[in-house]
């Protein structure tokens, strides 16, 4: 296990933009696949989008246009920038990172879009 911080949740209005931010407090040995899940009371939690090591990123189709994500390498970090933000966003964000040994995930961002 390693330590992730997350930071950038907030309160946003509708149509607005957020950035979260995910960084690892130690070195994660390579390769990984770093990712960003959300969770709503009484549902399970959803891949939001992923980017494994080679650069490749996905997307759930309710995300794609909108929300981009992105990583860099000293330190282990990922980010999610979100644009055009919908109420249905509400959700605590999780980032994750999973490499061959270990898997981690930080302790959620909470994230309300406002109609």
């Known amino acids: 296990q390693v330590e992730l911080v997350e930071s950038g949740g907030g309160l946003v209005q509708a149509g607005g933009s957020l950035t979260l931010s995910c960084a690892a407090a130690a070195v994660i040995s390579r390769p990984y696949t770093r990712a960003w899940y959300r969770q709503v009371p009484g549902k399970q939690r959803e891949l939001v989008a992923s980017?494994?090591?080679?650069?490749?990123?996905i997307y759930v189709d309710s995300v794609k246009g909108r929300f981009t994500i992105s990583g860099d390498n000293h330190p282990s970090s990922v980010f999610l920038q979100m644009d055009s933000l919908k109420p249905e966003d509400t959700a605590v964000y999780y980032c994750?990172?999973?490499?061959?040994?270990?898997?981690?995930w930080g302790r959620g961002s909470q994230v309300t879009v406002s109609s």
């Open positions: 980017l494994t090591d080679d650069g490749t990123s």
């Open positions: 994750n990172f999973k490499s061959l040994t270990i898997e981690s």
